[in-house]
T-cell receptor
Framework: AQKVTQAQTEISVVEKEDVTLDCVYE???????LFWYKQPPSGELVFLIR??????QNEISGRYSWNFQKSTSSFNFTITASQVVDSAVYFC????????????FGGGTRLMVKP | DAGVIQSPRHEVTEMGQEVTLRCKPI?????LFWYRQTMMRGLELLIY????????DSGMPEDRFSAKMPNASFSTLKIQPSEPRDSAVYFC?????????????FGPGTRLTVT
C-alpha cells in the first residue's frame, strides 16, 4: 500500500529565510509519480510540481526547488528567501502507476512566514 | 481558461437533509475525482471517474454517499441523509489523459456544514 509522510506538521520562519519541507513516501511500485500542492489560506489547492520515478534530477523553479532521492524515498521541497505570501499548507502526494490517477496525500505541512 | 467549477461554495444544512454538490471539470479532461478534507483525516479520495465511469469508490464512507457523472462536463456528489460528521470541505478535481498519472487540478471546494 502506498503512504506519504510529512513529519513536520508546522514550520515557522522569518521572511527571507530558506525552508525545507520534508516528504517521505512508501510504495511497492517501480513506476510512480510524486506531486506537491500548495493550499493558501483561501483554501484552494494549487498544483506545484509532478515528478516520475525515473527522473531523479532536481528541479528549480524560481525560489522553489525539489530534491528527489529514491535511495531514501524522499521528495523534499525547498523555498529560498521565503516570503509572507508563501504562508500556506503544503501537501506532498504519491500516485502509483497501477492505481490510475489516484493520489495519496500526506498530512500536510503548515508553513508560516513572518515579516 | 476556466478551471474546475464547484457549486455551491458554501452549504449549511440540517441533519437529515439531502445535500447535492456539483462539479464541472476542465473541458477535455478525462478523469474526475471527489475528495473530502477534514482536520482529523486530512485529504481523502472518495471516488474517481475515468471517461464518466466510476473506477474506484472504495473511499466513499457509507451508503449515504453517492456520486454520478452523467456526462463529461458534470458530476454530482450526494449525501442523503446528511449527518454532522459529514461537515468538511469537499473538493472536485480533474485530470487530463489516462494511462499515466497526470497532475490533478482542483476546484475551489464546497464547505459543507451540517448542524
Amino acid at each position: 500500500a502506498q503512504k506519504v509522510t510529512q513529519a513536520q506538521t508546522e514550520i515557522s520562519v522569518v521572511e527571507k529565510e530558506d525552508v525545507t519541507l520534508d516528504c517521505v513516501y512508501e510504495t511497492r511500485d517501480t513506476t510512480y509519480y510524486l506531486f506537491w500542492y500548495k493550499q493558501p489560506p483561501s483554501g484552494e489547492l494549487v498544483f506545484l510540481i509532478r515528478r516520475n520515478s525515473f527522473d531523479e534530477q532536481n528541479e528549480i523553479s524560481g525560489r522553489y526547488s525539489w530534491n528527489f532521492q529514491k535511495s531514501t524515498s524522499s521528495f523534499n521541497f525547498t523555498i529560498t528567501a521565503s516570503q509572507v505570501v508563501d504562508s500556506a499548507v503544503y501537501f506532498c502526494a504519491l500516485s502509483e502507476n497501477n492505481a490510475g490517477n489516484m493520489l495519496t496525500f500526506g498530512g500536510g505541512t503548515r508553513l508560516m512566514v513572518k515579516p | 481558461d476556466a478551471g474546475v467549477i464547484q457549486s455551491p461554495r458554501h452549504e449549511v444544512t440540517e441533519m437529515g437533509q439531502e445535500v447535492t454538490l456539483r462539479c464541472k471539470p476542465i473541458s477535455g479532461h478525462n478523469s474526475l475525482f471527489w475528495y473530502r478534507q477534514t482536520m482529523m483525516r486530512g485529504l481523502e479520495l472518495l471516488i474517481y471517474f475515468n471517461n464518466n465511469v466510476p473506477i474506484d469508490d472504495s473511499g466513499m464512507p457509507e451508503d449515504r454517499f453517492s456520486a454520478k457523472m452523467p456526462n463529461a462536463s458534470f458530476s454530482t456528489l450526494k449525501i442523503q441523509p446528511s449527518e454532522p460528521r459529514d461537515s468538511a470541505v469537499y473538493f472536485c478535481a480533474s485530470s487530463p489523459g489516462t494511462g499515466e498519472s497526470y497532475e490533478q487540478y482542483f476546484g475551489p471546494g464546497t464547505r459543507l456544514t451540517v448542524t
